[in-house]
Each structure stands twice: as C-alpha cells, then as structure tokens.
C-alpha cells in the first residue's frame, strides 16, 4: 500500500556497487519475509540487475552468479512479484538507509 514497515541497512566493507545493490536486495527480501510470503513488488534503481531478474540479461560476472541465484531463489518464496527499476532521485530513502548503516559502522 505505500507505507514504510521497516527501514534498515547494513553495512557491507568493501564490494562493486553491483553486489551491494544483490546484497541490498537480498536483505530486503529476507526482511519481506518475515511478513509472510504473498504478493510483493521491488523497486530498484539498479537497471542491470531488474534487467538480469527480468530474464533480458545474463548474468556473467562470477561474483553475481551466486548473488542473482540467492536472489530468485528468494523471490521464487512469494507468491507473485515484479521487479520495477526507478531512477536515482526517486530511491533517496535506499540512499539513506545505505548512508546511515555506513555511518554507524564507523562509529
């Protein structure tokens, strides 16, 4: 419906911005979860990896092989989803989340 239910982040180390987007949406989806497993929808500004869940990429890198299969895998629990991509400036709250759980790591 809209509203927020839970926003978090972890901090990652080191990784391409690629895998932090897999392993951003693999959190997301472990956090889905744990709300049941029906209908879900995933908005991503990462354009490659909505296009490699659409089917109309492969996935060639080794070290996003095991990331994209987790997340299918994932996926695959609910009972239907979309992946969306949207731009940048319209996921300001997933730059958020990133920034604070990278500023607490810090800390």
Known sequence: ???ELLGTGKYLG???NNEAEYR???LGLT???EFGSGRIKVHLDSE?????IRGAYKVKHPNLKPL??????????FASFSVTHVR????KRADQLA?????????
């Open 68 to 77: 994209f299969q987790e997340a299918m895998q994932k996926l695959s629990g």
């Open 48 to 52: 490659l990896i909505v296009k490699q």
């Open 31 to 33: 956090k889905c979860g």
């Open 99 to 107: 920034n604070q759980a990278i500023d607490n790591r810090e800390k």
């Open 24 to 26: 951003a949406l693999l």
């Open 1 to 3: 419906q809209g509203n």
């Open 14 to 16: 080191q990784c391409t």
């Open 88 to 91: 940048r400036e319209k996921n």
